[in-house]
């Protein structure tokens, strides 16, 4: 059965993956990115690779967390994340209309 730990590093990663998915969504229906520095990585490398690289980063956080056993910070990282995802739905149901 697996530990907590590794069911949190799961989430957090399934949730990044939700963020990009809906991110693109939003910013498809005519919603622009919030996080300056995430718009800035989008306007240098291109709005799917900037969006991947934010992505991939956040992936190699969850996993530093997990190899330290960080199970409380992991399931906080999650909780935020799935806040992420659904505010973008929000905003996607906003702009498409």
Known sequence: ?????????????????????????????GAREANPIVALLMRLLGRVPGLVLVKLIGVGFAW?????????????????YLWVVVHNLRVWRRYRG
């Open 1 to 29: 059965m697996p530990q907590f730990v590794d069911l949190a590093a799961i989430l957090v990663a399934l949730l990044q993956l939700g963020d990009l998915v809906t991110t693109l969504l939003a910013l498809s229906a």
């Open 64 to 80: 530093w967390l997990w190899t330290l056993g960080a199970e409380t910070e992991l399931w906080l990282l999650g909780a935020v």
